[in-house]
């Protein structure tokens, strides 16, 4: 059988091939999804996310609320310093909804948030 390699292994869900491989997922959702390509992805200007997600029902979400996920997203990551320089870049971005969640992002590591001005 396939899986016989897997025997015996156990892991934080459970053992065997489904810890296995819930462990190696979870591994890879840390290293990808919580490093340098979500910075990367949270770079995208609107061409760009307009661009790449063409075809995709992510597209409806819009780059507005794509860049206030993403945020969120890096608010709950470890802090590194890409991170924090990416949410930086956006801290006064022209959407109160983009602003609030990258303020709250920085906040959450430990980062002064930058005054706005009355107008944005």
Known sequence: MATEEFEGEVGPHG???????????????RTVLLGPSL?????????TFLART??????RLGHERWLRNIAVALGNAPTRDAVVAALSERAAHPSALVREHVHWALARHDQPVPEVS???
Request: glycine content about 16%.
């Open 15 to 29: 053992g065997g091939l489904t810890g296995a491989v819930s462990d190696w997922v979870n591994d890879h959702i």
């Open 39 to 47: 910075v990367a992805l949270f770079r995208w200007d609107e061409a």
């Open 54 to 59: 063409e075809g995709s029902a992510i597209r």
């Open 118 to 120: 009355a107008d944005g």
